[in-house]
């Protein structure tokens, strides 16, 4: 993913969900990740605990079906808004993170409702890359990131190495 984009790469590679957890560091202490499903919350924990902010963030599940955000007459939303509250009192949140794409459009609304800071990934990741590029700053090319050397390829797959075509 990530780490493969960025290693082969010339520009800034920002990921929405590390994006989404660095701006929550700019602006609360604890925040809460507010996910759609159990299935999807175990990988959330593992990019919040790679990303080394386990000591600053909960990750929730909604019980929301992906594509039922997009129904209003599905409750999504509702369970979205409980699963916030829940943060809120249990977790002593003091920001959200929304930890899928598709909840991106509801953030404003759930910050004037809630009266915290709510952290859309989409948005965070944009604006991050955006301030990369106005700095001048790019992946480094040093280390994990560096470009990985080419590799000989053989067999059926000897066709398609860089540099084939111009051979023949």
């Not at 759609?36 to 959330?44: F, I, K, L, M």
């Not at 007459?73 to 809120?88: C, P, Q, W």
């Not at 404003?108 to 952290?119: A, I, N, Y």
């Not at 090319?141 to 111009?166: C, D, E, N, Q």
């Amino acid at each position: 993913g990530l780490d493969a984009a960025r290693a082969m790469a010339a520009i800034p590679v920002i990921g929405i969900c590390e994006a989404a957890l660095s701006m929550a560091c700019f602006i609360a202490q604890r925040f809460t990740v507010v996910t759609t499903t159990e299935r999807s919350r175990v990988p959330v924990e593992g990019l919040v605990q790679r990303y080394g902010m386990s000591g600053r963030a909960r990750v929730r599940a909604a019980d929301i079906p992906v594509l039922a955000l997009d129904d209003p007459a599905s409750g999504a939303v509702g369970k979205l808004r409980d699963e916030i509250a829940r943060a809120v009192e249990e977790d002593r949140a003091e920001a959200i993170v929304l930890g899928w794409a598709g909840m991106a459009d509801l953030a404003h609304r759930l910050q004037s409702e809630f009266g915290l800071p709510v952290v859309d990934g989409v948005g965070a990741a944009l604006k991050q890359a955006e301030a990369l590029v106005a700095l001048g700053l790019a992946t480094s090319k040093r280390g994990a990131y560096a470009t990985p050397l080419a590799k000989p390829y053989r067999g059926m797959l000897k066709s398609f190495s860089p540099g084939a075509v111009a051979a023949e």
